[in-house]
């Protein structure tokens, strides 16, 4: 109960000032009762079979502020945690999609982190996922609820579970050293930068890392985005091309991973949104992570790149690839075909 009133004190104390501007699908619903809601939730939590529809209709259609203030209330009625309730009450991937949107996007996106260092073994594919495509503002904001969650430090955790190259360009961008934009165009440190790629990867035998490392991490969006250009009149190979020729593995998944979120972030996620509903099935923890992480955020504009890329839209494929609760959540949250 302390942290969700601690939490409704910080709603009115958060600015927008600096933000990027978001393309969310979902947005907070006027006339809100967060009373009724919970009162609602309550009820289908108790009836016979649990009636996940109702929770569904709420919980996918009020804004991450919104259910906080619903929580606050179910905790009143209730008398218990309202994610321990739902955790009881449902379960699959289903379950996974209402828990998660339990928590703020950085809440989720440092829970998702620390699933991916838990135990044997680390879930490179999402650690890269999530640290390669969230800009300054979010992994800062990340890096903070970390600590607050788990009492750790979000460095150390990722330098204990990884390795060589791979874990110094990760903990590179996890300390945030990135420039912040600049409305002046530096045209001399564009070309240094692009001969220094060149002649740190293709020109070479070998690559140095070090070199591609501090530019992709230190450097700011637009002046990158500029630097690549700029490669090719250096390089016959685009930047992409030549990340594959130099790197492997996860550091060249990584690289990869970055220049695609430099180039067009939106369109990384309908690519990955993509490749998860390939074939039979879908990989329900990348398609829920994605729209549950990005729905507040720019889902929207995912699903336009989506359509733009694949010919069918965000909604069919997830209608074709998923059943049940889940594909009602998930519908939801896509808020509408296109």
């Known amino acids: 109960m302390a942290l969700v009133a601690e939490y409704l004190k910080q709603l009115t104390l958060t600015h927008t000032g600096g933000k990027e501007p978001t393309f969310p699908t979902v947005r907070p619903i006027k006339d809100f009762d967060p009373s009724r809601d919970a009162a609602r939730i309550e009820t289908a939590i108790k009836t016979k079979g649990v009636d996940e529809q109702t929770i569904i209709d709420i919980l996918t259609r009020r804004s991450c502020d919104q259910r906080t203030y619903i929580a606050f209330e179910y905790e009143k009625i209730a008398k218990k945690d309202m994610a321990t309730a739902l955790k009881g009450a449902l379960s699959g991937s289903v379950e996974a999609v209402m828990l998660g949107l339990m928590k703020t996007p950085a809440e989720y996106d440092a829970s998702e982190l620390k699933g991916s260092m838990k135990g044997l073994g680390t879930d490179e594919e999402t650690l890269i996922e999530i640290v390669c495509s969230r800009s300054t503002q979010e992994l800062a904001e990340i890096k903070k ?194």
Not at 170 to 193: G, W
Not at 278 to 287: I, N, R, S, T, Y
Not at 300 to 329: C, P, W
């Open 145 to 338: 609820v970390y600590r607050e969650m788990f009492k750790k430090e979000l460095e150390k955790d990722v330098a204990g579970d990884t390795s060589g190259d791979f874990a110094k360009l990760l903990m590179a961008l996890v300390q945030i050293k990135r420039d912040e934009p600049s409305n002046v165009v530096d045209y001399d440190q564009i070309d240094h930068d692009a001969r220094a790629l060149y002649e740190a990867g293709v020109k070479r035998k070998g690559t140095d890392v070090v070199t591609w490392i501090t530019i992709m991490s230190e450097r700011s969006v637009p002046h990158l985005q500029k630097v690549f250009d700029r490669y090719t009149s250096y390089s016959p190979y685009d930047i992409k091309e030549s990340i594959r020729k130099e790197v492997k593995g996860d550091l060249e998944k990584s690289f990869l991973t970055l220049v695609e979120c430099f180039e067009n972030r939106q369109l990384y996620f309908a690519s990955r949104l993509s490749e998860a509903m390939k074939g039979k099935g879908a990989k329900d923890k990348v398609v829920t992570r994605i729209i549950v992480s990005r729905c507040e955020v720019d889902l929207m504009k995912i699903r336009s790149e989506f359509k733009k890329q694949n010919g069918m839209s965000l909604y069919h494929t997830v209608s074709d690839h998923t059943k049940g609760d889940y594909q009602k959540a998930l519908l939801s949250l896509i808020g509408g075909d296109d």
